[in-house]
């Protein structure tokens, strides 16, 4: 894992055999709103829209869906209809937390179901059922619920992290104790009569800070930083929280930037591309429209080895399937993807791409989901989306033709005569380019004869001056310089 601090700017990048998989970048004027609590204002209700408009303080109204909200802490019966309308009124005071920040046009996402993350465990104050990571063991499961059985309050849950693995019963517990601290506070706040909403009642830490406390483990060989400020606070929260991982944190102290040094921004570079090149010579090309993600896959240079057509689409597909799974952690891509592989006729064989894309995702810690192959060959998956993706959070939306990439004319284009009229500007600056170039071997050939005549000049009043006869040696002349070609790129511009 890579951190780097460069003035309010956060980047952390971390590295899979030596390959930038995941990206995260954080300004402090750009803070991400997820995980924050707060007592928010209900503005409106839509009965028919099953959501609630709520002021939470940053301008833009947030949405509160019927499904988000905890009927239990309203009081409502098992028996009454659960309708939002119900249990939330304008101008009512409502304590929620963000799921999501806001996206375009669309507010932060909200719910009123609580939910507390630490460093083993995710605790939820509202919640009487507790949960823990498919992914651990079976013998290790047993061992953390009888663990957490005696320690967790009979109207709270618990779901346990992957992280818990092997955690001794001494961490568990002060997790636990450390959280429910913090849920008293957020309650007490909330219940106070000085309180006024909207308002702030619990803040998530910093980028650096919840990635290290999310994603760092012992799976991880080491972690460099660079920047003063991030190296402070990645060790004060690393000495509190998890002081069995301070090995593995250096500070950075090359001379070369610590992202250059790693490769980093190459690879942000591609990242940022439309179309990705894969190592046997295909590609992928990925669009993104305002409903969906679409991942087109082509074979471009890659003709296979020997076989047949399935074989070597076969191994394409299976190429391509890895490099999308690490594409979607990268670009951080979210909501509904749909992949155009390249159509394979055995059964066998589409199964066996569909297998791989999902292996490949098992190291996606953001939800997601595979569906089967459609009809039609495509592959339909989902992708949590939480916050900006990352072309998102590097690029604006272009001011001339408003991020459609096209011009719109009020006339019919004519094709033919916009080729004539961009050949004829290429062959313009071709020319210029030229003439350029021939003025500069000119004055260089100019240059050239005016030294040789000095030259020339100069041994004449040498041979008057002198008694002997002398034979002179032939003088050397400059060679004239070869001239190049300038390449004209072939951009026009429209201004």
Not at 216 to 228: A, C, H, P, R, S
Not at 331 to 349: K, P, Q, S, Y
Request: net charge negative.
């Amino acid at each position: 894992m890579l951190v780097r601090q460069i003035a309010d700017r956060t980047q952390i990048a971390i590295i899979e055999d030596e390959v930038m998989v995941e990206h995260y970048v954080n300004r402090n004027s750009n803070i991400s709103y997820v995980g924050n609590v707060y007592l928010g204002k209900v503005q409106n209700v839509l009965p028919s829209m099953e959501a609630a408009f709520v002021d939470i303080g940053k301008g833009r109204n947030a949405v509160l869906y019927a499904g988000e909200v905890n009927w239990d802490a309203h009081g409502l019966s098992d028996a009454a209809p659960r309708k939002i309308e119900h249990v939330l009124k304008s101008g009512q005071s409502v304590l929620v937390q963000v799921t999501k920040d806001p996206i375009g046009q669309k507010g932060a996402r909200l719910t009123s179901q609580i939910s507390l993350p630490g460093r083993y465990l995710v605790y939820v104050p509202g919640g009487g059922m507790s949960g823990i990571s498919r992914r651990l063991p079976d013998s290790e499961r047993n061992r953390l619920k009888s663990i957490l059985k005696n320690l967790i309050p009979e109207q709270a849950g618990v779901i346990i992290r992957t992280a818990a693995e092997g955690a001794p019963e001494a961490e568990l517990e002060r997790d636990v104790t450390r959280l429910k601290a913090q849920w008293d506070d957020i309650e007490k706040k909330a219940n106070d009569s000085s309180t006024s909403a909207p308002t702030l009642l619990y803040g998530e830490p910093d980028l650096t800070v919840r990635v290290i406390r999310d994603i760092f483990n012992e799976d991880f060989n080491k972690m460099l930083v660079q920047g003063n400020q991030a190296w402070d606070d990645i060790q004060n929260y690393i000495g509190h929280i998890a002081p069995e991982l301070a090995s593995k944190i250096e500070k950075w102290t090359g001379s070369r930037d610590l992202f250059a040094e790693n490769r980093v921004e190459e690879q942000l570079a591609k990242a940022f591309d439309r179309k990705v090149y894969l190592p046997s010579g295909g590609s992928l090309v990925i669009d993104r429209t305002e409903a969906m993600i679409v991942i087109d896959v082509n074979t471009g240079k890659f003709i296979g080895k020997g076989g047949n057509l399935e074989e070597t689409v076969t191994k394409n597909n299976l190429e391509a399937a890895e490099e999308i799974a690490r594409q979607l952690r990268l670009r951080d891509m979210g909501g509904i993807i749909v992949i155009d592989f390249i159509d394979m006729t055995l059964e066998a064989n589409r199964e066996l791409v569909l297998r791989r894309l999902v292996e490949c995702l098992g190291r996606d810690r953001t939800k997601h989901q595979v569906a089967e192959v459609t009809s039609l060959g495509l592959v339909q998956m989902t992708r949590k989306r939480v916050g900006q993706g990352l072309i998102e959070a590097f690029s604006t939306t272009c001011e001339s033709c408003g991020g459609r990439g096209i011009h719109i004319h009020s006339e019919p284009v004519n094709k033919v005569a916009l080729e004539k009229d961009m050949e004829q500007r290429y062959s313009k600056t071709s020319k210029a380019a030229s003439n350029d170039l021939d003025d500069e071997d000119n004055d260089d050939s100019d240059k050239d004869s005016d030294d040789d005549s000095d030259i020339e000049e100069t041994s004449n009043s040498l041979d008057k001056s002198s008694d002997e006869v002398v034979e002179e040696a032939p003088v050397a002349t400059t060679g004239r310089r070869k001239g190049r070609r300038a390449v004209s790129t072939g951009v026009i511009s429209t201004n």
